[in-house]
């Protein structure tokens, strides 16, 4: 009985054991302890219940994975994904990954995590990486011999060894923290971007192959690239290059340089170029004559003062902004769609040829002129021309929608379909002036243009004017009289022909007079002036700048003055030597502590009252003449050198009484006593006059001859000096040494 059931049971345990391998075999699983890798799992149809668990069946055959964006912590059960070659995890939170068991491998993706360790050693298929914008302070890719593609971008690293790496053909660690880069050994390199790091040198001598060259914001001071003939792209800003040499990479289309310390930069053999970033250096000149498929240019802050983009006809955008620039001829660049050029030096700008222009920015220039009629003003996006005080209107092709639409202007800017027309004058009280002379017709800031600018003589005085803005203008203006009003500061620049100029009884600090070369009479008396140039007014004749604050004034390129006024300033100098010409002179309360107006022998008028003189000298030859003489209340003025002192102590009476007339003021100089030993004869002459200095230690400079009224008749360097075509009568000889001037009386028969 029992042999019979032993032999019945056995069979039966054979086959239960048979089943349970069986079924042990069928439910394999692999542990998935992470919810939100598990759910991506069940969303992809690899599972169905949210237990931890998935079935190993269902996944050791996948060959592609895409879990990015699930908040996934762990990666644990990956290691079953065994047959795994593309796998996506970006945009996690994963802090490690191990794939020593995803051998077949050839593209992952696990950028955007938190990943401060990976494992890659088993992983030798891999081909494509990317570990961007992680933690990672180490990345071991030595053994991924294959690797054509790696980003490894914003993570933390101080080295990365790609020397195995010999087939890279893309490489991207941007913003990490290395100081140094070998990739001498990856000569199949294309692309490599190492940008935002601290590198100051790298040799890509070996990498010829390399197209695209991306290494801006590190420390490199010298960049070659002479051997990478093939480079089409190339990013180099702020680094601290003096100087970039691409002669050598013809086929080059882009190029950034900004902010470095380049001087210059030439780029006339890279005639491909469609884009150039060259803004923030220190270049003086940019020649772009040979970039003919040039389509974007900025080379803002720079030293640029002028720029030619003629050839440049596919340009779509140029920023030229804060340079230097005095002029922008941009008519050929019909293409044109952005111009930025704030912050220069430009007096006019017209964009009426760019019909595709649809943003500007011209602000903070000289713009006195500005035609933005182009046809294209309703589709403009930006315009921007404010900080440009001299702009009183801007062409353009309807008034009303410019003044509607286009409010970054100054006040005082107004839109116009025809700007020529109007003049802009801001003072009321000008323009009522204008108004009651008939040159304008009801208030409104501007005047036609048309009824001024043929005007030759204007008198706008005593009509409590503040701003003379408008005057320039008057262009044909010869005759000014603006005085009793209050101004206080003239630029008559504009105004060339200006042959008159009274603007006394003013609050004027400064009076602007560079262009009125032909300027003859000036009164500007009654100011608050503390300079005066009249250096660019060489033939002024007449010039009252008295009761003002000057405490100096240079008149040497004034030789044709005649009459001077100085009164009431605070001059201690006043050198009067090169006028000749002049006849009447009154510089009354001032500083002076001496004057010499021996060498004018015109002058025929003197009134130097209230001075701190210690020295006078009359003795110009002339004093008979003298219609009036006036030296009072100088106490310390003891002497005073004249023609003929008794003559004058007979005829000039206004003087203090510790004053006395002489012929021989004080104690004569050495030069003074080698000057007096000059001697001319014959005197009188009928023809030729010989100088003789009678000391070796005088050398002649000049001898001049002049007429009684201060004329320059005759000058020369000569000892002997030909009269001949003098008429017969009394000169004065002027003879300038290196120990002085003198003058001495001769007579022509």
């Known amino acids: 009985m029992k042999i019979t059931l032993l032999i019945i049971l056995k069979p039966l345990f054979l086959l239960v054991t048979v089943i349970l391998i069986s079924l ?10 992470d919810n939100n890798f598990e759910q991506a799992l069940i969303d992809l149809g690899y599972d169905n219940a949210l237990d931890d668990y998935v079935l190993t069946e269902n996944i050791d055959e996948v060959t592609i994975l895409y879990i990015w964006s699930y908040g996934i912590s762990d990666l644990s059960g990956i290691e079953d994904f065994t047959a795994l070659v593309r796998l996506n995890c970006d945009d996690n939170n994963l802090s490690s990954l191990d794939f020593s068991s ?3 491998l050839v593209d992952l993706s696990c950028e955007i995590n938190s990943l401060t360790s990976l494992n890659l050693s088993s992983n030798t298929e891999l081909k494509y990486f990317t570990c961007a914008e992680n933690n990672l302070t180490s990345l071991n890719v030595s053994s991924n011999t294959k690797l054509t593609k790696l980003i490894c971008s914003h993570n933390s690293l101080n080295s990365i060894d790609i020397s195995s790496n010999i087939v890279l053909e893309r490489f991207n660690c941007q913003d990490n923290s290395l100081t140094s880069l070998d990739v001498s050994s990856n000569t199949a390199l294309i692309y490599l971007d190492f940008g935002f790091n601290s590198i100051s040198s790298l040799d890509l001598s070996s990498n010829t192959a390399l197209s695209s060259l991306t290494c801006w914001d590190n420390s490199l001071n010298s960049l070659n690239v002479n051997n990478n003939n093939a480079l089409t792209l190339l990013y180099c800003d702020n680094n601290d290059l003096s100087s970039l040499d691409l002669s050598n990479n013809t086929a080059l289309k882009n190029l950034r340089c900004i902010s470095n310390s380049l001087n210059s930069l030439d780029v006339s053999s890279n005639i491909a170029l469609t884009q150039v970033y060259c803004g923030s250096n220190s270049l003086t000149s940019l020649d772009l004559s040979s970039n003919t498929a040039l389509i974007l240019l900025n080379c803002n802050t720079n030293n640029l003062s002028s720029l030619d983009a003629s050839s440049n006809t596919e340009l779509g955008s140029i920023d030229c902004g804060s340079n230097i620039l005095t002029s922008l001829n941009i008519s050929n660049n019909h293409s044109l769609y952005n111009l930025d050029c704030t912050g220069n030096h430009l007096s006019s700008l017209i964009i009426s040829n760019n019909i595709a222009l649809k943003s500007l920015f011209c602000g903070a220039n000289n713009l006195n002129s500005l035609n933005v009629k182009n046809g294209n003003n309703t589709n403009f996006t930006w315009f921007n021309c404010v900080d440009n005080p001299d702009l009183f209107c801007v062409d353009v092709d309807n008034a009303a929608w410019s003044t509607t639409n286009w409010t970054n202007k100054d006040n005082q800017t107004l839109f116009s379909e025809d700007c020529h027309n109007f003049t802009w004058v801001p003072d009321d009280n000008f323009e009522q002036a204008l108004i009651d002379l008939g040159y304008d017709d009801y208030m409104d800031d501007y005047v036609l243009t048309a ?21 320039e203008d008057f262009a044909a203006l010869i005759y000014l009289s603006c005085h009793h009003n209050n101004l206080n500061s003239l630029n008559l620049s504009g105004n060339s022909a200006l042959f008159e100029l009274i603007c006394n009884n003013n609050i004027l600090t400064s009076v602007s007079l560079g262009n009125n070369t032909s300027l003859t009479d000036l009164t500007c008396n009654n100011n608050n002036l503390t300079t005066l140039n009249v250096s660019n007014n060489p033939v002024l004749k007449y010039l009252d700048c008295g009761s003002n604050s000057l405490s100096s004034l240079n008149l040497s390129n004034n030789t044709a003055l005649e009459y001077i006024y100085v009164y009431s ?4 100098n006043l050198d009067l030597t090169v006028n000749l010409a002049l006849k009447s002179l009154i510089c009354d309360d001032n500083d002076l502590s001496d004057l010499n107006i021996s060498y004018n022998p015109a002058v025929v008028s003197l009134s130097c009252d209230n001075n701190d003189l210690t020295t006078l000298n009359v003795r110009n030859g002339n004093n008979t003449s003298y219609t009036l003489f006036l030296a009072v209340n100088n106490p310390d003025l003891y002497c005073i050198e ?17 004053a006395s007339y002489s012929e021989d003021c004080g104690t004569v100089s050495i030069n003074e006593i080698e000057l007096s030993s000059i001697t001319i004869y014959p005197n009188p002459t009928s023809g030729e006059l010989t ?19 201060g004329e320059l008749l005759l000058e020369s360097n000569k000892h ?19 120990k002085g001037l003198i003058n001495k009386n001769i007579i022509k028969e």
Do not use: C, E, M
Not at 24 to 32: K, L, M, W
Not at 459 to 471: E, P, Q
Not at 642 to 657: A, E, Q
């Open 24 to 33: 042990s075999a069928y439910s394999q699983t692999t542990y998935v302890p």
């Open 102 to 104: 995803n051998t077949s």
């Open 451 to 471: 009824n001024i600018n043929t005007v030759s003589s204007l008198d706008v005085s005593s009509k409590g004017i503040s701003y003379l803005t408008g005057i």
């Open 569 to 572: 300033n605070n001059l201690n």
């Open 642 to 658: 004249v023609d003929d002192s008794d003559w004058s102590t007979v005829h000039w009476l206004y003087k203090d009484p510790q």
């Open 691 to 709: 100088i003789d200095l009678n000391s070796a230690d005088l050398q002649l400079n000049s001898v001049r001859v002049i007429g009684v009224n």
């Open 720 to 738: 002997i000096i030909n009269l001949n075509h003098l008429n017969p009568g009394f000169y004065i000889l002027q003879i300038n040494t290196d």
